[in-house]
Each structure stands twice: as structure tokens, then as C-alpha cells.
């Protein structure tokens, strides 16, 4: 999938769009459409165009929008082609999957309407407490893992421990360190 987001940094860099312009013009589709998921932080754009990762669809919805593409030119990109059908050599899914599917399909309704969202004070301390040139990536990772991996698998209680658990472990380490570098200075009288 890495020639995907080649294609998509190809796409950006003729219209002359920097991350950051994508990342701007993202949010504010996010911030129209009252979704954050449209959302496409720089971390996040990286990952797309040089480590092979798979948007999701609002963000590929987004993308679509602030490249002016179709996102069938998109998802054509990711080898998704809607006009030629189901083949019959892809599988079908079994009946007694059904239940569970429209256990996963009424979370991920949930999850559409904004119903399930990372902690807001769990986030505010990350962007409080971490560095600054880690933030991004680190929360861009958590969020994706939270929304792609966790939180559908283990449903919303997991999904919050598992994400307060990363917090920690992302924060107590800067923590300890900045009071044991107060403790020296006053130890020093610096």
C-alpha cells in the first residue's frame, strides 16, 4: 500500500499542498461536517504516504475534498473498484456472523455520530505534558489504535482503560524526569 500514498503525496505535491495545508483544510471539513474523524493530522498524513498505512474512509473522504478528486480515484488508488462489482471469488460472509457484524455495525454507528470519543481530559494531558515534537505522532497513534483496533474489538469500557493506560505510560516518564531535574537544580542552587 506504500504506492498508494506515494500516489497520494504525488497528488498533494502538484497541486502544491504542504502537510500542513492538508491538515488545515482537513480540520475545518472536520469542524463543518461536526465529525473529528475527517480530521488528518500531519502524523497521520505521513503515516498514508510513506509507511503503507490505510485511511479511514472519512479521512479519505477528506482527502478527496482537499486534493478536488473523486474518491473513487482514491479508493481506486487502494485497489477498491466499486463499478466492477462483487466477484465470486470473494468470500461471503457466513450467517452466524451476522449477529456479531450488526453488534460492530451499531458501534461503529456510534463512533459516526460521535457518540465514542477519546477522553477529553486524557487528551488535554497529553497535549499538556508531552514534547512538542512527539506530541502529534504519539497522539495520532493512540487515536488510531483506540478507533481501528480497541474500541470495535473490546467495545467502550476496554477501550477507555486501554487508553488511560497509554496516557500513563506516555506521561509518567516526562513527569519523573521534570521533577528530578527540579530536585537537582534546587539541590545545586541553580
Given at each position: 500500500?506504500?504506492?498508494?500514498?506515494?500516489?497520494?503525496?504525488?497528488?498533494?505535491?502538484?497541486?502544491?499542498?504542504?502537510?500542513?495545508?492538508?491538515?488545515?483544510?482537513?480540520?475545518?471539513?472536520?469542524?463543518?461536517?461536526?465529525?473529528?474523524?475527517?480530521?488528518?493530522?500531519?502524523?497521520?498524513?505521513?503515516?498514508?504516504?510513506?509507511?503503507?498505512?490505510?485511511?479511514?474512509?472519512?479521512?479519505?473522504?477528506?482527502?478527496?475534498?482537499?486534493?478536488?478528486?473523486?474518491?473513487?480515484?482514491?479508493?481506486?488508488?487502494?485497489?477498491?473498484?466499486?463499478?466492477?462489482?462483487?466477484h465470486?471469488?470473494?468470500p461471503?460472509?457466513p450467517?452466524?456472523?451476522?449477529?456479531?457484524k450488526?453488534?460492530?455495525?451499531?458501534?461503529?454507528?456510534?463512533?459516526?455520530?460521535?457518540?465514542?470519543?477519546?477522553?477529553?481530559?486524557?487528551?488535554?494531558?497529553?497535549?499538556?505534558?508531552?514534547?512538542?515534537?512527539h506530541?502529534?505522532?504519539?497522539?495520532g497513534?493512540?487515536?488510531?489504535?483506540?478507533?481501528?483496533?480497541?474500541?470495535?474489538?473490546y467495545?467502550?469500557?476496554?477501550?477507555?482503560?486501554?487508553?488511560?493506560?497509554?496516557?500513563?505510560?506516555?506521561?509518567?516518564?516526562?513527569?519523573?524526569?521534570?521533577?528530578?531535574?527540579?530536585?537537582?537544580?534546587?539541590?545545586?542552587?541553580?
Amino acid at each position: 500500500m506504500v504506492s498508494a500514498g506515494n500516489n497520494l503525496r504525488v497528488v498533494r505535491e502538484k497541486l502544491g499542498l504542504t502537510m500542513r495545508d492538508v491538515e488545515t483544510a482537513s480540520e475545518a471539513i472536520a469542524r463543518a461536517r461536526g465529525n473529528e474523524e475527517f480530521f488528518v493530522p500531519i502524523s497521520r498524513l505521513t503515516d498514508f504516504e510513506t509507511r503503507g498505512v490505510i485511511p479511514s474512509i472519512y479521512r479519505l473522504s477528506s482527502l478527496a475534498t482537499v486534493y478536488r478528486i473523486q474518491p473513487r480515484e482514491i479508493f481506486s488508488m487502494y485497489g477498491v473498484n466499486f463499478d466492477s462489482g462483487q466477484h465470486s471469488s470473494e468470500p461471503k460472509i457466513p450467517p452466524v456472523v451476522q449477529d456479531d457484524k450488526q453488534m460492530v455495525g451499531a458501534l461503529h454507528r456510534e463512533v459516526k455520530q460521535g457518540n465514542v470519543a477519546l477522553p477529553v481530559v486524557g487528551c488535554y494531558l497529553l497535549d499538556l505534558l508531552l514534547p512538542r515534537k512527539h506530541r502529534e505522532s504519539l497522539v495520532g497513534d493512540i487515536e488510531q489504535d483506540f478507533r481501528t483496533n480497541i474500541l470495535p474489538r473490546y467495545g467502550r469500557t476496554a477501550a477507555s482503560v486501554w487508553f488511560w493506560k497509554q496516557v500513563v505510560i506516555e506521561i509518567v516518564p516526562g513527569l519523573y524526569l521534570r521533577i528530578a531535574a527540579g530536585f537537582v537544580k534546587r539541590l545545586l542552587g541553580a
